[in-house]
């Protein structure tokens, strides 16, 4: 079975798009085309690259949602043709496509803030990356831990009380360490500019055998570190890789198109703030060229740690971002399905489509593929200084 390549308007918009203040970047071709900020108003695109050159810049003024709504901008036509396009072409200079919405921000990402995952890490370290081990290895945590670590808050007094029983029976792990301890796991996904956004390929290193997807909430958050907004994020991981040793996890994370981000970015206002954030439900559908059918789900209602917290252990007094921060928030999702084999589990294959949605922040579409098969990221810093230049959108600040 071949899954069509294409991806709707309806399920990449918020099921209240009518009141949500999206903001997303798209490449316009031509002698001064490049990437350009949109805004979706009804079905079309509309430029607001008057607003600011860059989206960390435009994050990083005061009231942005507000700014984003006032703008004025000519459209740049149907969102439809434009998810058309980028099906089709994906990051072809020569024809218009959409982009991650990040720019120059870095993109972090917390990790181990679900006991769910947190104990699927512990049997990738524990099966060193082997997934025909980690079925033996699942069944006898949970016969010992059960569901008891869902509800301890890290860093508590229960946490501590845990850790010692763990220890006392040789189960201590340097991801309990990280799940449970004060201090969050934050390292770095991907690059800036280095995400590719919906309706494209995202990379899967040839070497694993053992990898999923991660559907994630991702924050948008200001250089200040206030969190003005959020998107949808698949933190690509290589569990072979990262179960082999730790100090893989540069490799098992960070590779060629291995971070994708999108289809918006939702900005912050009286509908949509932390609340709303701290509450979304998302759900994953993958379908692979073989037939075979994966649904999935996380929710931001059972993280461990708060969004606000997970940003003051990544940026503050003791680290700054002056572009501002993407920031995965980690998951809940881990799959276990068998696909190929008994005790096999599930790992990805070419071609699959993966779909990771939520009500309020519309859908982020993708197909899995070889990572060095991927058209190579070429389009960096310097060039974008570069483009923006030539295009005249660099002033010097008011």
Same mark, same amino acid.
Not at 366 to 392: E, S, Y
């Given at each position: 079975?071949?899954?069509?390549?294409?991806?709707?308007?309806?399920?990449?918009?918020?099921?209240?798009?009518?009141?949500?203040?999206?903001?997303?970047?798209?490449?316009?071709?031509?002698?001064?085309?490049?990437?350009?900020?949109?805004?979706?108003?009804?079905?079309?695109?509309?430029?607001?690259?008057?607003?600011?050159?860059?989206?960390?810049?435009?994050?990083?003024?005061?009231?942005?949602?507000?700014?984003?709504?006032?703008?004025?901008?000519?459209?740049?036509?149907?969102?439809?043709?434009?998810?058309?396009?980028?099906?089709?072409?994906g990051s072809d200079a020569a024809r218009r496509h959409l982009?991650?919405?990040?720019?120059?921000?870095?993109?972090?990402?917390?990790?181990?803030?679900?006991?769910?995952?947190?104990?699927?890490?512990?049997?990738?370290?524990?099966?060193?990356?082997?997934?025909?081990?980690?079925?033996?290895?699942?069944?006898?945590?949970?016969?010992?831990?059960?569901?008891?670590?869902?509800?301890?808050?890290?860093?508590?007094?229960?946490?501590?009380?845990?850790?010692?029983?763990?220890?006392?029976?040789?189960?201590?792990?340097?991801?309990?360490?990280?799940?449970?301890?004060?201090?969050?796991?934050?390292?770095?996904?991907?690059?800036? @500019? =280095?995400?590719?956004? /919906? &309706?494209?390929? #995202? *990379?899967?290193?040839?070497?694993?055998?053992? $990898?999923?997807?991660?559907? +994630?909430?991702? @924050? =948008?958050?200001?250089? /200040? &570190?206030?969190? #003005? *907004?959020?998107?949808?994020?698949?933190?690509? $991981?290589?569990?072979?890789? +990262?179960?082999?040793? =730790?100090?893989?996890?540069?490799?098992?994370?960070?590779?060629?198109?291995?971070?994708?981000?999108?289809?918006?970015?939702?900005?912050?206002?009286?509908?949509?703030?932390?609340?709303?954030?701290?509450?979304?439900?998302?759900?994953?559908?993958?379908?692979?060229?073989?037939?075979?059918?994966?649904?999935?789900?996380?929710?931001?209602?059972e993280i461990s740690r708060a969004p606000q917290e997970l940003?003051?252990?990544?940026?503050?007094?003791?680290?700054?971002?002056?572009?501002?921060?993407?920031?995965?928030?980690?998951?809940?999702?881990?799959?276990?399905?068998?696909?190929?084999?008994?005790?096999?589990?599930?790992?990805?294959r070419p071609g699959d489509r993966v779909s990771i949605s939520?009500?309020?922040?519309?859908?982020?579409?993708?197909?899995?593929?070889?990572?060095?098969?991927?058209?190579?990221?070429?389009?960096?810093?310097?060039?974008?200084?570069?483009?923006?230049?030539?295009?005249?959108?660099?002033?010097?600040?008011?």
């Open positions: 079975m071949t899954t069509s390549r294409r991806v709707t308007a309806e399920e990449s918009l918020p099921a209240d798009v009518e009141r949500a203040r999206l903001v997303g970047r798209a490449w316009v071709p031509g002698r001064l085309g490049g990437p350009t900020l949109v805004t979706v108003r009804g079905n079309e695109l509309i430029d607001i690259s008057a607003l600011a050159p860059t989206m960390a810049d435009l994050l990083s003024q005061p009231d942005c949602a507000a700014r984003v709504a006032a703008a004025k901008g000519a459209s740049l036509g149907p969102l439809q043709e434009w998810l058309d396009d980028t099906c089709a072409n982009l991650a919405p990040n720019d120059l921000q870095v993109v972090k990402a917390a990790g181990v803030t679900f006991a769910a995952s947190m104990l699927e890490r512990v049997i990738e370290e524990r099966t060193r990356g082997d997934a025909a081990g980690a079925a033996a290895v699942r069944a006898s945590l949970v016969e010992i831990l059960g569901d008891s670590l869902s509800d301890v808050r890290p860093g508590s007094l229960e946490a501590q009380r845990i850790k010692q029983v763990l220890l006392a029976q040789g189960l201590w792990s340097q991801y309990l360490e990280v799940g449970l301890g004060p201090d969050a796991e934050i390292f770095t996904k991907a690059a800036p @500019l =280095a995400s590719v956004g /919906t &309706g494209v390929g #995202v *990379g899967i290193h040839p070497a694993s055998t053992w $990898n999923n997807p991660e559907p +994630e909430v991702v @924050l =948008a958050v200001s250089p /200040t &570190g206030e969190i #003005v *907004g959020a998107a949808l994020g698949n933190d690509v $991981n290589l569990r072979d890789f +990262e179960g082999r040793s =730790a100090l893989l996890l540069g490799k098992a994370k960070d590779n060629n198109a291995s971070c994708s981000i999108g289809p918006w970015i939702r900005l912050c206002d009286t509908h949509f703030g932390i609340e709303q954030i701290a509450a979304t439900d998302i759900t994953l559908t993958l379908e692979g060229e073989d037939g075979f059918v994966l649904h999935g789900h996380s929710t931001m209602r940003v003051a252990h990544a940026m503050g007094a003791h680290h700054q971002y002056p572009d501002g921060m993407m920031l995965f928030c980690g998951t809940l999702f881990a799959p276990i399905e068998d696909r190929d084999e008994v005790d096999a589990g599930f790992t990805h939520a009500d309020r922040l519309g859908g982020l579409v993708n197909w899995v593929q070889d990572c060095t098969t991927l058209p190579p990221w070429k389009f960096g810093i310097g060039a974008l200084m570069h483009n923006l230049a030539q295009r005249g959108l660099l002033h010097p600040p008011p």
